[in-house]
Nanobody
Framework: VQLQASGGGLVQPGGSLKLSCLTS????????VGWFRQAPGKEREGVAC????????WVADSVKGRFTISRDYAKNTMDLKMNSLKPEDTAVYYC??????????????????WGQGTLVTVSS
């Protein structure tokens, strides 16, 4: 199981960015997968996750209406489209999976396999 996140960078407040996670070694429609982030000095937190057991999507309240998670099964990729970015969105963003099942409320300790992370900086 491997995941590789990309697409981070520097963006101004109010701007947009799209992160991509290239996956291999598992079926993207069979495993629960998600995006997480860790800001400096803070704990890692869930941003948006897909459940494979019931097809549901969990999205953090702090990004609802601004971030959209999606999957492309043909390309084995999972994207995170981020709009209306705020300075508080600055963090290293990770993609992860734990296997088949619930999204577990996008709770980081429930996820076993992690990509290397990509830095998103929102600043003027």
């Amino acid at each position: 199981v491997q995941l590789q996140a990309s697409g981070g960078g520097l963006v101004q407040p109010g701007g947009s960015l799209k992160l991509s996670c290239l996956t291999s070694g598992f079926s993207l429609d069979y495993y629960a997968v998600g995006w997480f982030r860790q800001a400096p000095g803070k704990e890692r937190e869930g941003v948006a996750c897909f459940s494979s057991s019931d097809g549901s999507t969990w999205v953090a309240d702090s990004v609802k209406g601004r971030f959209t998670i999606s999957r492309d099964y043909a390309k084995n990729t999972m994207d995170l489209k981020m709009n209306s970015l705020k300075p508080e969105d600055t963090a290293v963003y990770y993609c992860a999976t734990h296997g088949y099942g619930s999204a577990y409320g996008c709770f980081p300790p429930a996820y076993d396999y992690w990509g290397q992370g990509t830095l998103v900086t929102v600043s003027s």
